[in-house]
């Protein structure tokens, strides 16, 4: 399985991305799909997670300001990501949370203050 996530780049501070991740395999009643985040010189993290039942969690550090989404008929999740601030700077990737496969290249996002 493949992870492709595309969308990152460089932006200012307060501005707006949209992350998307292609897999190469059906999501369709894939149950946890997350969006992960590692800064340089961090562990890498869990943002946002999205499950069967159409709950979400978001981790308090980008509550309120990203939203996860997936389309089940294209393989392919969302990450909305307004408000950004410096802190978000960090490589982003997609993954299954419960049963992650082989973590893809990520995409760059760096916000500038």
């Known amino acids: 399985v493949q992870l492709q996530a595309s969308g990152g780049g460089l932006v200012e501070a307060g501005g707006s991305l949209r992350l998307s991740c292609t897999i190469s395999?059906?999501?369709?009643?894939?149950?946890?799909l997350g969006w992960y985040r590692q800064a340089p010189g961090k562990q890498r993290e869990l943002v946002a997670s999205?499950?069967?039942?159409?709950?979400?969690n978001y981790s308090n550090s980008v509550k309120g300001r990203f939203t996860i989404s997936r389309d089940n008929g294209k393989n392919t999740v969302y990450l909305q990501m307004n408000s950004l601030k410096p802190e978000d700077t960090a490589v982003y990737y997609c993954?299954?949370?419960?049963?992650?496969?082989?973590w893809g290249q990520g995409t760059l996002v760096t916000v500038s203050s």
């Open positions: 395999t059906s999501i369709f009643g894939l149950n946890g």
């Open positions: 999205m499950f069967s039942d159409g709950s979400t």
């Open positions: 993954n299954s949370v419960y049963n992650p496969y082989k």
